[in-house]
């Protein structure tokens, strides 16, 4: 840590916030041609994980808010990324499956994730990166 750029601070929170902005900008990147954001990304991965779910199903799943899911699902919907059925047996609640589109692009969606992990952490070791996916996942538990 003493070789850090300038006065750079020694600082969990500014890493942490930085490694976040490149990977972030990593992925954005790579979703671009396809026109569909990082947490649009996240979503569809989550809808292809568990066809079917319901809004609030899924929103636990990802562990986001009714109200961060809910216009994303929409703007997933009016792109055609997905399609909202009702509910067999409660016509107010709807289930998200995966377009033809999504599915057709599903294989290389999901390729372009992870390549860009595997970019992000290219200087790695796999003890590293082990190491990296546990503490990050660990720190993750801890706040929820």
């Not at 006065?7 to 569909?36: E, S, V």
């Not at 990166?129 to 706040?143: C, D, N, P, V």
């Amino acid at each position: 840590m003493d070789n850090l750029p300038g006065n750079i601070p020694d600082c969990t929170f500014f890493f942490l916030a930085k490694a976040h902005q490149k990977a972030h900008g990593l992925l954005k990147k790579r979703l671009a041609p396809y026109g569909l954001t990082n947490m649009q990304h996240l979503i569809l991965e989550g809808i292809w994980y568990q066809e079917g779910a319901t809004a609030a199903e899924l929103g636990k799943m990802l562990i986001l808010d009714k109200a961060t899911l809910s216009g994303i699902l929409d703007r997933l919907d009016e792109g055609g990324w997905i399609e909202k059925r009702p509910d067999d047996t409660d016509k107010r609640v709807f289930r998200l499956y995966p377009s033809g589109k999504a599915n057709t692009l599903k294989n290389e969606l999901i390729t372009v994730r992870k390549k860009g992990n595997d970019f992000l952490l290219a200087n790695f070791t796999m003890e590293e990166k082990i190491i990296f996916k546990r503490l990050l996942r660990s720190l993750f538990l801890k706040g929820s």
